[in-house]
């Protein structure tokens, strides 16, 4: 059975989730596992995007924050896309609670 959209996480959760695991990649000194952007707004059309969304967000000329510019990114995925990289971070959670039960039981 297919899930339904309302079990989707907001934009904003998965965004938070996206930054969190590439900062962990980044610290354990792994980015070049993880390209930090999703898009590159070296494109032109991509770029054109990019600037209005930043006219749109700021009145001030200052880049976004990472989690801005992720939230964006992740707004150009359909809903199966979205879906499947919840799916990953609901299964590093799992994952995550499983060790901690087993650390709570030695």
Same mark, same amino acid.
């Given at each position: 059975?297919?899930?339904?959209?309302?079990?989707?996480?907001?934009?904003?959760?998965?965004?938070?989730?996206?930054?969190?695991?590439?900062?962990?990649?980044?610290?354990?000194?792994?980015?070049?596992?993880?390209?930090?952007?999703?898009?590159?707004?070296?494109?032109?059309?991509?770029?054109?995007?990019?600037?209005?969304?930043?006219?749109?967000?700021?009145?001030?000329?200052?880049?976004?924050?990472?989690?801005?510019?992720?939230?964006? %990114?992740?707004?150009?995925?359909? $809903?199966?896309? @979205?879906? !499947?990289? &919840?799916? #990953?971070? %609901?299964?590093?959670?799992?994952? $995550?609670?499983? @060790?901690? !039960?087993? &650390?709570? #039981?030695?």
């Amino acid at each position: 059975m297919g899930r339904k959209k309302a079990d989707l996480w907001p934009l904003e959760e998965l965004a938070r989730r996206v930054w969190e695991e590439r900062s962990r990649i980044v610290r354990i000194g792994n980015e070049k596992e993880v390209p930090y952007y999703m898009l590159n707004i070296r494109h032109p059309t991509i770029r054109t995007l990019y600037d209005t969304w930043r006219r749109d967000l700021h009145a001030i000329p200052f880049p976004p924050s990472d989690l801005e510019r992720i939230t964006w %990114e992740l707004g150009f995925l359909n $809903e199966a896309a @979205l879906m !499947k990289i &919840q799916r #990953h971070f %609901e299964a590093v959670d799992e994952m $995550e609670q499983k @060790l901690r !039960k087993e &650390q709570d #039981h030695e």
